[in-house]
């Protein structure tokens, strides 16, 4: 008989004797019993708690039931993993997509940036328009930056470029306004057209109209009846859009008119970089 013939009969041998395998429980609870009974001498079998025995006893009569139920099941896996191959799974990682947001690149420069503000600013109107909103209302101009606790100043924000600028008005007052009127007006030099407001006064405290008066396009913020101005100094910026290229500004002026201890005062001014030291803190 061949080496390989013996293998098999012998594996369907233990097959069946795996499969028909029924382990006696009484007699090995009974050969537990009588090998617990010879280790114990005749005067610890007299202290020794009945419970506490039948524990021992039960226990150990479940592990023998434990190991022929093992040893029945290796026997049969034995068997098993002689006649079946064992297969394999290996995991494989999918490739990853790579996303356009990781994706490098250079930032995009802003045509319109950001307007520059003092500490104290409040944020540009959320919905600035590029079309006049009402007729500029008429505020006689006044001449000289300075009357009384007034103290004021034209002058195009440094973040302006070829296609978009901003016109400041610093007013700075030493004492209450119980009224206020600040007007803006930029003169049309070709595609002229609003494009934001901002204040650093809270907008709730100002009625604000933009429009067109003669070849300019004028902003004009009014202090609100029952509102107040404190003391400090506050900005007021038009924004908008115009022709690409440098834009000059020597034609656009502004004009503030207040009352400070029920007096009325009125400055006003250009948008002309002061070189001689006036207006400076």
Known sequence: ??????????????????EAHEPDRARILARVERGM???????????????????????????????????GYAVASA????????????????????????????????????PSRAPETHEPSSSPSSKPSAPAPVVPSA???????????????PHSNDFWAQSNVT????????SLTVQLKVAQTGGVGSAGVWRSLPEQDFTLTVGEQDGFLVY?????EDRTVPKGEWVFAGQYD???????????????????????RAVGGDFAAHTDGVGDS
């Open 1 to 18: 008989m061949r080496q390989q013939d013996v293998h098999d009969e012998l594996r369907a041998r233990l097959h069946e004797a795996a």
């Open 37 to 71: 009974a010879a280790r114990i001498s005749p005067d610890h079998r007299a202290t020794l708690p009945p419970v506490f025995g039948w524990v021992r006893v039960v226990s150990a009569t479940a592990a023998v039931a434990g190991v022929l139920t093992v040893g």
């Open 79 to 114: 068997v098993r993993d002689n006649t079946t191959p064992p297969q394999q799974t290996v995991a494989v990682s999918p490739t990853p997509t790579p996303s356009p947001d990781a994706t490098s690149r250079a930032p995009v420069p802003s045509v319109k940036p950001a």
């Open 143 to 157: 001449d000289g930056e300075t009357d009384g606790p007034l103290w004021s100043d034209g002058s195009v924000d």
């Open 171 to 178: 007013l700075k007052t030493s004492e209450q306004l119980t």
């Open 220 to 224: 004009t913020w009014v202090l609100k």
């Open 242 to 264: 115009h022709q690409r290229g440098g834009r000059d500004a020597k034609d656009d002026s502004y004009t503030v008119k207040a009352t400070a201890d029920g007096t009325q």
